[in-house]
């Protein structure tokens, strides 16, 4: 079944690029969206469609996909960046997310 | 502002079945745009996609859940639920129910606080 792949932990240090990266067969031909979870809340959407920006999401968040991997880009990272991301995609009528990386900005 | 909120029991004796509601507020179920999805994270876990429907009453199941999990919608209400039979300890989880975007999408634009359901005799 197909399966998405994340690395489980990143540490920056603020205002460096943090780069997540997702793995997953041939993902570069399907969509791909992140979200971020802070403790104890909800998942928020910062990326969909590959590269979009939902509305109130700060242009530091960024997003590309081509081949077996999509990535989540969070330049000039700032303290409140720390959070788990995920990534999702859609394969075979089924939903699949990532198992999700813990950024740490230290 | 559309909003959803989640409800139902908090505890759930094994082998039972869990059934949760959500209640979308600010804006209609009945949408052709949107897929309603249903969302569980056990704790300190990361995320598992249990299901959605569309308002058609076309549902799509997470293929692991799929022979326990039954979601449905009534429009009247403006509410979606999920029906997931014989529990575990495994099925302890926050539940979030969540709009879906686009067929193939997917993206989750809106979701409710979640609601923690614990599986226990």
């Known amino acids: 079944s197909f399966a998405l792949t994340q690395p489980p932990s990143l540490s920056v240090s603020p205002g460096q690029t943090a780069t997540i990266t997702c793995s997953g067969d041939?993902?570069?031909?399907?969509?791909t969206c992140w979200y971020q979870q802070k403790p104890g809340q909800s998942p928020v959407l910062v990326i969909y469609e590959d590269n979009k920006r939902p509305s109130g999401i700060p242009e530091r968040f960024s997003g590309s996909n081509s081949g077996n991997s999509a990535t989540l880009t969070i330049s000039g990272t700032q303290a409140m960046d720390e959070a788990d991301y995920y990534c999702q995609a859609w394969d075979t009528n089924t939903v699949v997310f990532g198992g999700g990386t813990k950024l740490t900005v230290l | 502002q559309v909003q959803l909120q989640e409800s139902g029991p908090g505890l759930v004796k094994p082998s039972q079945t869990l059934t949760l509601t959500c209640t979308v507020s600010g804006g209609s179920i009945n949408s052709d745009i949107y897929y309603w999805n249903w969302i569980r994270q056990p704790a300190g876990k990361g995320l598992e996609w249990i299901g959605r429907?569309?308002?058609?009453?076309?549902?799509n199941y997470n293929p692991s859940l799929k022979n326990r999990v039954t979601i449905s919608v009534d429009t009247s209400k403006n509410q979606f639920s999920l029906k997931l039979s014989s529990v575990t300890d495994a099925d302890t989880a926050v539940y979030y129910c969540a709009r879906g975007v686009g067929t193939i999408e997917n993206n989750c634009d809106v979701w409710g606080q979640g609601t923690l359901v614990t599986v226990s005799s």
């Open positions: 429907i569309y308002i058609s009453g076309s549902t």
């Open positions: 041939k993902l570069g031909d399907k969509y």
